[in-house]
């Protein structure tokens, strides 16, 4: 019988036990036995690593995973959400092109469309995505993709996309979607006939508040395209970040089931003040059945999500001075990790935009963005209900 000692030695065997975490391999580069081989396998004759840049086995990992939740053929791993919108921006289109955005996206993605697009010949539309004429007006022969976030941010609006789908095959355009705000399986936007769908894997999918990352999941044609965008720019994600991103995917279902089981009970019980005439002047979650999009919400998401947001009476003042009292959810920006964060979207995500475009967007000044998490809901209840002065 071979004995096994629990430390090292030099005349240990190979284990023949299989390990049920993954390896993370952090080489950048690969040795093999002949000139051939390695010449084979960088012309892509035959399957084998070959260069960090060009894919490692943790970044595919993470996008074979993402990808089967999607319900794509394939995914590609970016180092950030930036990254991966960039590389489906810059990787996509040409000099010439005309693309057609929502009005409700990311800050950072509207500074990227105004000021880089632009320079490389690129023109950028916007439309609003909840005014049925909009989008058929900014479509023509040009447009080659059309760009949606949803739900979107912060008042949980929800796209109609099937509709946007609809609309832009007819101009001979390609839809993605935005979906950091929700991930899958709880939403599917490729099911309902989207191109792409990426993320922001910063956010939900990571969880932890400790990794940047951004994926996009797509058919293999539009996947060739962005890898190669991916091989020239160098925007991949770092193997250990991969490695942590597959440990985060092991528990997204459960993590996001969770934040958004205590989100939708955290709305409910905002609601319940608002009716009684307490502090809240307006609460904006999609499970509810007075906000616009609940019909849609309940074709397009299998729950309402983790992101809620709430307008307190005052103003400015009187949301800071509830932000200020919170004690269990932390002041902070960034969305999707275990523990509850809230932010004020006039100091932050949209501190640029002007008091009239806040305004039209429906973002009022009193307005609180919670980003729930997993923690105990009668905790999270209990902190808000002590900012409130209840
Ligand atoms: N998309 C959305 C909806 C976001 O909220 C963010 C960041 O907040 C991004 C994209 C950009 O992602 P990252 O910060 O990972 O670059």
């Not at 004995?3 to 240990?12: A, I, N, S, T």
């Not at 539009?222 to 970040?241: M, N, S, V, Y």
């Not at 089931?257 to 307490?278: Q, T």
């Amino acid at each position: 019988m071979n004995h096994h000692r629990p430390y090292g030695c030099r005349e240990d065997a190979a284990p023949r036990s299989r390990p049920l975490a993954p390896d993370l391999t952090r080489a950048t580069t690969f040795a093999y036995s002949s000139a051939e081989e390695l010449r084979a396998v960088g012309a892509g004759e035959r399957a084998g690593e070959f260069y960090a840049r060009y894919g490692h086995p943790a970044a595919r990992a993470f996008e074979q995973k993402v990808a089967e939740l999607e319900g794509a053929d394939g995914a590609v791993s970016f180092s950030s959400g930036m990254a991966a919108l960039h590389a489906l921006f810059c990787g996509l289109l040409r000099s010439g092109d005309t693309i057609v955005v929502s009005r409700y996206v990311y800050g950072g993605v509207d500074s990227m469309l105004s000021e880089d697009l632009p320079r490389f010949g690129i023109e950028v539309r916007r439309f609003d995505p909840f005014d049925e004429v909009s989008l058929g007006r900014a479509l023509d022969g040009s447009v080659k993709l059309v760009h949606v976030e949803t739900p979107t941010n912060p008042l949980s609006r929800v796209v109609d996309v099937k509709k946007i789908v609809e609309l832009a095959r007819h101009a001979g355009a390609w839809v993605s979607v935005d979906a950091t705000f929700l991930p899958p399986p709880f939403q599917r936007p490729l099911a309902h006939g989207a191109d792409l769908v990426m993320h922001s894997a910063t956010k939900m999918l990571g969880g932890h508040s400790d990794t940047l990352g951004g994926i996009v999941s797509s058919r293999h044609e539009l996947l060739e395209q962005l890898e190669g965008f991916r091989r020239r720019t160098g925007a991949i994600l770092a193997p250990d970040t991969a490695w942590l991103l597959v440990r985060s995917l092991a528990t997204l279902e459960l993590r996001a089931r969770k934040a958004s089981d205590n989100a939708s009970r955290l709305a409910h019980f905002l609601e319940g003040v608002r009716k009684s005439g307490g502090k809240v002047a307006r609460v904006h979650y999609a499970g509810l059945p007075g906000h616009p999009d609940h019909d849609a919400a309940r074709q397009y998401m299998e729950t309402f999500g983790f992101m809620l947001a709430f307008e307190v009476h005052g103003g400015l003042p009187g949301a800071m001075q509830v932000y200020d009292r919170l004690i269990v959810i932390a002041r902070a920006v960034s969305l999707g990790g275990v523990e509850s964060l809230a932010s004020i979207p006039l100091h932050t995500t949209h501190a640029m935009m002007s008091a009239e475009q806040r305004q039209e967007g429906g973002i009022g000044d009193g307005l609180i963005r919670l980003s729930v998490g997993i923690e105990p809901y009668e905790m999270l209840k209990a902190d808000l209900s002590a900012a409130l002065g209840l």
